[in-house]
């Protein structure tokens, strides 16, 4: 199941800077979007999210984009920290005629280190 | 802050043996989910939970699983007879709506020898 998919499996970035994850999905009915951080031996954690009838969403020092032509999302994170280094998910739901009951579709995920 | 709490943190146990993981959501959740993680793979959806029923459950999901919320505050999963692929991170999770960033717990690491 390739339906999201995370081409990047690691991201270096030196604290201050900015970090870009990025995430692809092949399928056009997914209407939701999210974007999950995980710590080893933890779960994920919801960081933000954005619905297909936006193309960005802000908070704090996390932005989403999103680009529904090229089935494309973003992570931005400004200035990173060297607390955000973890593994990063994005997500997907929607789709099913609507029926969907939150059901979320995750990409491999992405292993950000931010060096001091 | 309102967590999800699953126990135990770690299971072992022996192929052909039932297992049940055990997990709180946050009490006024109304969808509740099931999730696992084998080792170096991704987060794959097992199954969701409203309304007392099972509202959608993937192709994993067979006859071996059942989820249950026997007292209104804990949501089970059973594995009636474990194989060794079952081992894996098993997370449970809860949200209020349906289309919102849920709330996971911090899993149960089943190992099956």
């Known amino acids: 199941d390739q339906q999201v998919k995370q081409n990047s499996p690691s991201l270096s970035v030196q604290e201050g800077r900015i970090s870009i994850l990025n995430c692809d999905y092949t399928n056009s009915m997914f209407d939701y979007f999210l974007w999950y951080k995980k710590y080893p031996a933890e779960g994920p954690t919801f960081l933000i999210s954005i619905s297909s009838i936006k193309d960005k969403n802000e908070d704090g020092r996390f932005t989403v984009f999103l680009n529904k032509s090229a089935k494309h999302l973003s992570l931005h994170i400004v200035p990173s920290q060297p607390g955000d280094s973890a593994v990063y998910f994005c997500?997907?739901?929607?789709?099913?005629?609507?029926?969907?009951?939150?059901?979320?579709?995750f990409g491999q995920g992405t292993i950000l280190t931010v060096h001091p | 802050e309102p967590e999800v709490t699953q126990t135990p943190s770690h299971q072992v146990t022996q192929m052909g043996q039932e297992v049940i993981l055990r997990c709180v959501p946050i009490?006024?959740?109304?969808?509740f989910y099931w999730y696992r993680q084998i080792l170096g793979q991704k987060v794959e959806f097992l199954v969701s939970?409203?309304?007392?029923?099972?509202?959608?459950k993937s192709e994993i999901f067979d006859d071996q699983f059942s989820v249950e919320r026997p007292d209104g505050s804990n949501f089970t999963l059973k594995i009636r007879s474990t194989k060794l692929e079952d081992s894996a991170m098993y997370f449970c999770?809860?949200?209020?709506?349906?289309?919102?960033?849920?709330?996971f717990g911090s899993g149960t690491r089943l190992t099956v020898v």
């Open positions: 997500a997907a739901s929607g789709g099913a005629g609507g029926t969907s009951y939150g059901k979320l579709t």
């Open positions: 999770a809860s949200s209020v709506e349906r289309q919102r960033g849920y709330t």
């Open positions: 939970f409203y309304n007392n029923e099972i509202s959608e």
């Open positions: 009490s006024n959740h109304l969808y």
